[in-house]
């Protein structure tokens, strides 16, 4: 027999997203996510406690509670990652509800989530991004699709934007200008400088688009009008990679982080790197640190006399 959520404990979940959405700005996605797994959460306390999860009970889980949660969601082969994830977004919630209820959170804010190691960004060479963004141009016999490919992986690590935030683009943004005005994670905004190389594959893309690209509509566009899917990106960086021999990691987003080790290996700053990226936190920023760290020792095995 299944032991559900209570009305109220349902009801300020609700709530909590409603306030993730309207006042943090939230993705949809990411608010779809947190409400899967506080859900997730709940229900197992219920079944745990052998009684409905309300908002008194909530108010009294402690850390034998949350070893259990833990426990189980390792037993069902949740990774490390994901574990970490979903604890997050209790501990949100949990926050944001102790704040109305006026319980003491202390035993689930203190919970540790599980250790995990951070995988580092893994970006191309800046020869092989460029051999890479010309051999897309290859990849569809339709023009002006061709076009459009270029422009997009062009725009992706010419900007270094998410592919979310390079297919966001609206036909009011071309001709692009000197400067895109981004609206990444969270709603945050920030100013992006466009190179002249992004500025011209969009030239060319819109030049032959068969589609009108009114200004309120989406810049990249598939082949029946509608806007342009990620996957189709994907594709066409897969089949350009298999050409070229590069490695499965040599996705959309790689080019991104290759913008950004690129632009650090030319002497970038940290913290203008940061802005650009939209990084809420520089310590995600760092991690390409680490990764500039690793090339430099490469090439100086490379170099040194003893490391050939």
Same mark, same amino acid.
């Given at each position: #027999?299944?032991?559900?959520?209570?009305?109220?404990? &349902?009801?300020?979940?609700?709530?909590?997203?409603?306030?993730? &959405?309207?006042?943090?700005?939230?993705?949809? $996605?990411?608010?779809? =996510?947190?409400?899967?797994?506080?859900?997730?959460? +709940?229900?197992?306390?219920?079944?745990?406690?052998?009684?409905?999860?309300?908002?008194?009970?909530?108010?009294r889980l402690g850390t034998?509670? #949350?070893?259990?949660?833990? $426990? @189980?969601?390792?037993?069902?082969?949740?990774?490390?990652?994901?574990?970490?994830?979903?604890?997050?977004?209790?501990?949100?919630?949990?926050?944001?509800?102790?704040?109305?209820?006026?319980?003491d959170p202390t035993a689930?804010?203190?919970?540790? $989530?599980?250790?995990?190691?951070?995988?580092?960004?893994?970006?191309?060479?800046?020869? =092989?991004?460029?051999?890479?963004?010309?051999?897309?141009? #290859?990849?569809?016999?339709?023009?002006?699709?061709?076009?459009?490919?270029?422009?997009?992986?062009?725009?992706?690590?010419?900007?270094?934007?998410?592919?979310?935030?390079?297919?966001? *683009?609206?036909? &009011?943004?071309?001709? *692009?200008? @000197?400067?895109?005005?981004? &609206?990444?994670?969270?709603?945050?905004?920030?100013?992006?400088?466009?190179?002249?190389?992004?500025?011209?594959?969009?030239?060319?893309?819109? @030049?032959?688009?068969?589609?009108?690209?009114?200004?309120?509509?989406?810049?990249?566009?598939?082949?029946?009008?509608?806007?342009?899917?990620?996957?189709?990106?994907?594709?066409? #960086?897969?089949?350009?990679?298999?050409?070229?021999?590069?490695?499965?990691?040599?996705?959309?987003?790689?080019?991104?982080?290759?913008?950004?080790?690129? +632009?650090?290996?030319?002497?970038?700053?940290?913290?203008?790197?940061?802005?650009?990226?939209?990084? /809420?936190?520089?310590?995600?920023?760092?991690?390409?640190? @680490?990764?500039? /760290?690793?090339?430099?020792?490469?090439?100086? $095995?490379?170099?040194?006399?003893?490391?050939?």
């Amino acid at each position: #027999m299944t032991i559900e959520t209570s009305p109220g404990a &349902r009801d300020a979940l609700r709530a909590w997203i409603d306030h993730l &959405r309207a006042l943090d700005g939230a993705a949809e $996605a990411t608010c779809t =996510a947190y409400a899967r797994d506080v859900t997730g959460f +709940l229900a197992f306390q219920a079944e745990h406690r052998g009684g409905p999860m309300g908002l008194a009970e909530i108010g009294r889980l402690g850390t034998p509670e #949350m070893r259990a949660w833990m $426990a @189980a969601e390792r037993m069902r082969g949740t990774g490390a990652r994901s574990v970490a994830r979903r604890l997050s977004a209790v501990k949100g919630f949990v926050r944001w509800l102790s704040e109305r209820e006026g319980f003491d959170p202390t035993a689930i804010l203190s919970t540790r $989530a599980p250790k995990f190691r951070k995988p580092l960004p893994r970006p191309l060479p800046a020869p =092989a991004a460029k051999d890479l963004i010309e051999t897309v141009a #290859m990849q569809h016999e339709t023009p002006w699709v061709a076009a459009r490919d270029v422009a997009v992986v062009t725009v992706l690590y010419g900007c270094g934007l998410r592919i979310s935030e390079g297919l966001g *683009l609206k036909g &009011r943004d071309a001709p *692009l200008p @000197a400067t895109l005005r981004i &609206r990444g994670k969270g709603g945050k905004e920030r100013l992006v400088p466009v190179l002249p190389a992004a500025r011209a594959a969009v030239d060319r893309y819109a @030049a032959l688009c068969p589609h009108d690209l009114t200004p309120d509509g989406p810049l990249f566009r598939g082949v029946r009008g509608g806007a342009l899917h990620p996957a189709l990106v994907a594709d066409a #960086m897969a089949r350009a990679r298999m050409q070229l021999g590069l490695p499965s990691t040599a996705t959309p987003h790689a080019l991104r982080h290759s913008f950004a080790t690129h +632009l650090l290996e030319a002497g970038g700053d940290l913290r203008a790197i940061q802005e650009l990226l939209g990084h /809420a936190s520089l310590s995600t920023t760092q991690a390409y640190t @680490a990764v500039d /760290a690793v090339h430099l020792m490469e090439t100086y $095995a490379k170099a040194h006399p003893h490391g050939r």
